[in-house]
């Protein structure tokens, strides 16, 4: 099994075109949209007394000329709430695969009608076959999908690792998080630069934190040490981490530069407020450095995603509890300037951007036990035009009153040559 895993890994070698339509794809995705995106599916998490209760994927006409642009055009409910957060395409953008943190099931949906996703597929020993709990990133490789979860079966903290499958859902092989020369064992997020052999992984925390209510969590000093605070340089090809990163306070997504000659990336750190750049310095060397600072990071903003532009030169940072969304200049990306805010709502999560960079759209829910209570849950999808120097509001869709529940993470698809699918 490790041979045919090796055999697709060395495919990394071949040089990858910088073209991506939520520009954080990974880049052995094909088919990727460089005009307009026609829908939009939000895997969504269920609510109890809202709607059917059950976690979903809600797919949205965001076609302008279409004649449903800006509604919900289909909800498929999988049953249950199991925490969904993350999905993914795979390599041939035919199928989502959507996961659960807390259940751990994964779904795979059929997109050979995007405008109506089919359920072909769940996955349901994925902690009994790997040991790990938590499916989080879905990262497409040929041919395969690499899963990095976020804890471990046996006692539930934030050791884990990297679980790669066949696109048939069949496990190939594990791959444990580094513990040794500094590594603290925890996952988040997956990001690939091809041309330089580099999988570059970040980290977060565990199920005893991800499932804890925030208000509960923050107040106790255990739980607040249970935190990730490294990332991790690792060979693509071998699947061996070559080395340990510091970049304290759970960096998040990993956003590499779009430009095949550059050779960095950057990452958000929640709970110091952050922006970090990994790069090769002059003598080739990995390292990690710190460039900038998300709003104030005494009121703990809590950067959550982020979306760097096609052309590396801007990216957008979402902090969650004050609903704000920021956009930095990142031309030179050794000093990260914020250039442009705006409140989006009570709280903000995802953000996706289309190649262009000329629609930008957001949802709000974090996890279940961490979005805000009351009045104060915002759960809603909005869609913005950017115009260069403001976010124009086109469309919202609030979940909470449609009864859909939580709306999560975002992926684009289209099927008509009018969205100019790339090779």
Same mark, same amino acid.
């Given at each position: 099994?490790?041979?045919? %895993?090796?055999?697709?890994?060395?495919?990394?070698?071949?040089?990858?075109?910088?073209?991506?339509?939520?520009? %954080?794809?990974?880049?052995?995705?094909?088919?990727?949209?460089?005009?307009?995106?026609?829908?939009?599916? $939000?895997?969504?998490?269920?609510?109890?007394?809202?709607?059917?209760?059950?976690?979903?994927?809600?797919?949205?006409?965001?076609?302008?000329? #279409?004649?449903?642009?800006?509604?919900?055009?289909?909800?498929?409910?999988?049953?249950?709430?199991?925490?969904?957060?993350? $999905?993914?395409?795979?390599?041939?953008?035919?199928?989502?695969?959507?996961?659960?943190?807390?259940?751990?099931?994964?779904?795979?949906?059929?997109?050979?009608?995007?405008?109506?996703?089919?359920?072909?597929?769940?996955?349901?020993?994925?902690?009994?076959?790997?040991?790990?709990?938590?499916?989080?990133? &879905?990262?497409?490789?040929?041919?395969?999908?690499?899963?990095?979860?976020?804890?471990?079966?046996?006692?539930?903290?934030? +050791?884990?690792?990297?679980?790669?499958?066949?696109?048939?859902?069949?496990?190939?092989?594990?791959?444990?998080?580094?513990?040794?020369?500094?590594?603290?064992?925890?996952?988040?997020?997956?990001?690939?630069? /091809?041309? !330089?052999?580099?999988?570059?992984? #970040?980290?977060?925390?565990?199920?005893?934190?991800?499932?804890?209510?925030?208000?509960?969590?923050? !107040?106790? /000093?255990?739980?607040? =040490?249970?935190?990730?605070?490294?990332?991790?340089?690792?060979?693509?090809?071998?699947?061996? @981490?070559?080395?340990?990163?510091?970049?304290?306070?759970?960096?998040?997504?990993?956003?590499?530069?779009?430009?095949?000659?550059?050779?960095?990336?950057?990452?958000?750190?929640?709970?110091?407020? =952050?922006?970090?750049?990994?790069?090769?310095?002059?003598?080739?060397?990995?390292?990690? =450095?710190?460039?900038?600072?998300?709003?104030? @990071?005494?009121?703990?903003?809590?950067?959550?995603?982020?979306?760097?532009?096609?052309?590396?030169?801007?990216?957008? $940072?979402?902090?969650?509890?004050?609903?704000?969304?920021?956009? &930095?200049?990142?031309?030179?990306?050794?000093?990260?300037?914020?250039?442009?805010?705006?409140?989006?709502?009570?709280?903000?999560?995802?953000?996706?951007?289309?190649?262009?960079? +000329?629609?930008?759209?957001?949802?709000?829910?974090?996890?279940?036990?961490?979005? =805000?209570?009351?009045?104060?849950?915002?759960?809603?999808? !909005?869609?913005?035009?950017?115009?260069?120097?403001?976010?124009?509001?086109?469309?919202?869709?609030?979940?909470?009153?449609? !009864?859909?529940?939580?709306?999560?993470?975002?992926?684009?698809?289209?099927?008509?040559?009018?969205? +100019?699918?790339?090779?």
């Amino acid at each position: 099994m490790l041979g045919a %895993c090796a055999a697709a890994l060395s495919l990394a070698t071949i040089a990858i075109p910088a073209v991506a339509d939520e520009t %954080c794809n990974s880049p052995f995705t094909a088919a990727l949209i460089t005009g307009q995106e026609q829908f939009l599916h $939000v895997w969504t998490l269920g609510e109890v007394g809202v709607g059917d209760e059950s976690d979903k994927l809600v797919t949205i006409d965001v076609e302008p000329s #279409s004649a449903n642009y800006g509604k919900v055009i289909n909800s498929l409910s999988v049953g249950g709430r199991g925490e969904a957060h993350h $999905v993914g395409f795979t390599d041939d953008r035919r199928y989502i695969w959507a996961g659960r943190l807390d259940d751990n099931k994964i779904f795979v949906f059929d997109l050979v009608d995007p405008a109506k996703p089919k359920v072909v597929k769940v996955i349901e020993d994925f902690s009994d076959k790997t040991g790990y709990v938590g499916p989080h990133t &879905f990262y497409a490789m040929p041919g395969r999908m690499m899963v990095q979860a976020l804890s471990n079966n046996k006692t539930h903290d934030g +050791k884990t690792g990297i679980a790669i499958y066949n696109n048939a859902g069949e496990l190939i092989s594990t791959h444990d998080m580094p513990l040794a020369n500094g590594g603290d064992g925890y996952g988040y997020d997956i990001g690939i630069n /091809p041309n !330089k052999n580099v999988m570059l992984t #970040s980290s977060f925390t565990g199920w005893t934190n991800y499932m804890m209510d925030m208000g509960k969590m923050v !107040k106790d /000093p255990d739980a607040m =040490k249970n935190f990730g605070n490294t990332m991790v340089i690792w060979d693509l090809k071998s699947m061996e @981490p070559k080395k340990v990163l510091s970049v304290p306070g759970a960096p998040l997504e990993i956003r590499w530069s779009l430009k095949p000659e550059d050779n960095w990336a950057l990452t958000a750190t929640a709970l110091t407020s =952050k922006l970090w750049l990994v790069k090769q310095d002059d003598k080739g060397e990995w390292v990690s =450095k710190e460039v900038g600072t998300i709003g104030d @990071p005494a009121k703990i903003p809590l950067p959550v995603d982020i979306s760097i532009a096609a052309d590396a030169k801007t990216l957008w $940072v979402n902090t969650f509890m004050d609903g704000t969304t920021r956009l &930095f200049d990142v031309s030179n990306p050794e000093e990260a300037k914020e250039i442009y805010s705006k409140k989006i709502g009570n709280q903000v999560n995802m953000v996706s951007q289309s190649y262009d960079g +000329k629609r930008v759209y957001f949802t709000t829910s974090l996890l279940a036990n961490w979005d =805000k209570k009351g009045e104060h849950n915002d759960q809603f999808l !909005k869609a913005y035009d950017w115009d260069g120097k403001d976010l124009v509001e086109k469309f919202t869709i609030d979940f909470n009153e449609l !009864k859909l529940g939580r709306a999560h993470h975002m992926k684009f698809s289209a099927k008509t040559k009018a969205a +100019k699918l790339g090779d």
